[in-house]
């Protein structure tokens, strides 16, 4: 492996998906084709999006999160615990629902077209990990560096903690935030034993903290459905669950991921 440069090129991670690929997705959601055969099509899927950044000369390869729904909400099907929920079904326990229902409006969002996870029980991480199985099909099928995404311990936080639904399974969004902070610091040594390079950790909703609309109102971005603290605090709270997860992690580089979100047309 030769060194690599000042500014080694690489991807955020997710790539351009082929219509084939999009409607296997949408089967297995369906219960029409098995996991199994979903990963076979996804191989695909994987392979394709190797080749275009092995080609195109990209020194840090990630598989394009070919096999994922998005970049969070896949973790439903890695740890137990979580459920996919519509906006439709939650909207009753937003605190003010009203001014939540002409904020979505406002925004465009169809309240059953966004499936958000939901914390519905402890969690526990399922044999596959959350994307080891992903990280040794990539290692097998490159000689570049690899390098894998996970959404970050805030937005897992942010996004799944529903008061009513959550709080009868931890007793804060904070103990859920440490519990995280613990799997995804679980999740990144395993990645490193299997010789992943780089881990990103997704926190995009950090923007809607300090960009978003008046902290009076309820947003919409990234999912992260309920009324938010004050800027400051939730980055703090940011910071120490980042933090935590890092804690004593080594051989194997680790960055954030922080970008604008918009979903106005």
Avoid at 142 to 167: E, F, M, N
Avoid at 174 to 189: F, H, N, S
Avoid at 227 to 251: M, Q, W, Y
Wanted: charged fraction near 30%; proline fraction near 5%.
């Amino acid at each position: 492996m030769s060194k690599l440069p000042l500014f080694p090129v690489t991807v955020v991670g997710s790539w351009p998906r082929p219509r084939w690929l999009l409607e296997a997705l949408r089967l297995k959601r369906e219960g029409k084709i098995s996991q199994e055969e979903f990963d076979s099509i996804a191989d695909e899927g994987v392979l394709l999006a190797v080749k275009y950044q092995e080609d195109a000369g990209v020194e840090i390869l990630s598989d394009g999160e070919q096999r994922r729904d998005n970049f969070y909400s896949f973790v439903a099907d890695k740890i137990r615990g979580i459920e996919l929920k519509t906006v439709a079904e939650i909207v009753d326990l937003v605190p003010d629902k009203s001014r939540f229902e002409t904020v979505l409006r406002s925004l465009d969002v169809p309240a059953f077209s966004i499936r958000n996870p939901v914390v519905t029980s402890r969690l526990e991480v399922g044999a596959r990990g959350i994307a080891r199985d992903e990280a040794s099909f990539l290692k097998n099928h490159t000689r570049a560096l690899i390098k894998i995404p996970l959404p970050g311990p805030y937005l897992l936080t942010r996004s799944s903690w529903v008061p009513g639904i959550s709080d009868k399974h931890y007793r804060s969004r904070e103990e859920l935030g440490y519990e995280y902070a613990k799997i995804l610091r679980d999740e990144i040594i395993a990645l490193r034993d299997l010789g992943v390079f780089f881990v990103q950790l997704d926190e995009p909703v950090l923007s809607e903290v300090v960009y978003g609309p008046d902290q009076s109102q309820q947003t919409f971005m990234c999912a992260a459905l309920f009324s938010r603290r004050n800027p400051r605090e939730e980055l703090e709270f940011a910071v120490e669950l980042i933090n935590e997860t890092v804690k004593g992690v080594s051989g194997i580089k680790v960055g954030i991921h922080v970008c604008r979100g918009n979903w106005s047309r």
